[in-house]
């Protein structure tokens, strides 16, 4: 039973299905029941993730979104 989890910005809702869908499919062409497959998406704000010292919410704040 894999789980994937994953670590992001915000991801659009409509945007979602489509992502856990092709995850999911990565795992049945290699034989493993879309049942058993089990997607976590775990969001971040911008102003809670940063690198280099920098907020993303500043570092990225020209980012189309």
Same mark, same amino acid.
């Given at each position: 039973?894999? $789980?994937?989890?994953? %670590?992001?910005?915000?991801?659009? @809702?409509? @945007? #979602?299905? /489509? /992502? $856990?869908? #092709?995850?999911?499919?990565?795992? &049945? %062409?290699?034989?493993?029941?879309?049942?058993a +497959? &089990?997607?976590? $998406? !775990? %969001? &971040?704000?911008?102003?809670?993730? *940063?690198?280099? *010292? %920098?907020? !993303?919410? +500043? #570092?990225? @704040?020209? /980012? #189309?979104?």
């Amino acid at each position: 039973m894999p $789980i994937v989890q994953i %670590e992001s910005w915000p991801i659009e @809702k409509e @945007k #979602k299905p /489509l /992502l $856990i869908k #092709k995850i999911t499919d990565v795992f &049945t %062409e290699m034989g493993i029941p879309a049942q058993a +497959v &089990t997607v976590l $998406i !775990h %969001e &971040t704000s911008l102003d809670n993730w *940063g690198s280099g *010292g %920098e907020q !993303h919410s +500043v #570092k990225f @704040k020209d /980012l #189309k979104r």
